[in-house]
């Protein structure tokens, strides 16, 4: 059924997130205290406008099943990357987290150097709805809600639904024509690097993606002399 969800325009923002970590400690409550401090602090480090963050890093697992593909290939005009119809390993990937001027949100771009094709180049960013609810925007208006939370000191992400941003209110799309439920896992392995793992599961037609690497955050001047 379709539903609806309240959206906090930026120009209605309290106060601007200047990181996700702010947001994540807000919704995390006293849970925020119970990750490990190496996630606490690579949370809490804020891009400036002259100064964004870079994280380099390799995908072991990049996978897209047969109705993956198919349904990344459909949507790939109105959400460009979001979805990836290829399937490889010990695939680079190169992160950038930044902001705008003007702009209370931290945009997150990921580039993709599939072996034999062009880099994938996908940009995200996350809102807080007006019930403090999370969101991740991935292009035309297009976003999923996500529950965050703790486990064994780490940080777990879950969908809770897709929505279409309409401005005054957020649609909630039905789950069939959706990729699935999405589960992200940010699992901490040292001081500066830590594991990711992305699973998405169609309730017709089971696991679609997987994405699963290491990264670790690179010096700003390393980065800007490559």
């Not at 993956?68 to 390993?89: F, H």
């Amino acid at each position: 059924m379709w539903s609806f969800l309240k959206s906090k325009p930026a120009n209605q923002c309290v106060a601007p997130i200047r990181s996700e970590g702010e947001l994540f400690k807000q919704i995390l409550g006293d849970k925020w205290t119970h990750l490990h401090p190496d996630i606490q602090k690579r949370f809490e480090k804020n891009p400036r406008l002259d100064k964004p963050l870079f994280y380099e890093g390799s995908l072991e697992i990049l996978s897209s099943s047969f109705f993956g593909k198919i349904l990344a290939t459909i949507t790939k005009p109105l959400i460009k990357a979001a979805l990836i119809p290829y399937s490889c390993i010990d695939c680079p990937v190169d992160i950038t987290v930044y902001s705008k001027e003007n702009c209370p949100f931290i945009f997150k771009q990921r580039i993709y150097a599939i072996p034999g094709k062009k880099p994938i180049k996908f940009t995200s960013y996350m809102k807080e709805s007006t019930n403090g609810d999370v969101l991740e925007y991935v292009g035309s208006g297009l976003c999923m809600k996500l529950t965050v939370f703790e486990k064994e000191g780490n940080l777990h992400f879950k969908s809770d639904g897709y929505y279409l941003d309409l401005g005054f209110m957020l649609l909630a799309i039905p789950a069939i024509f959706t990729p699935g439920k999405t589960y992200l896992t940010h699992i901490n392995e040292g001081p500066n690097q830590f594991r990711i793992r992305i699973d998405i599961n169609h309730f017709l037609f089971g696991k679609l993606f997987v994405q699963a690497g290491v990264f670790k955050q690179v010096d700003n001047q390393k980065q800007e002399a490559a």
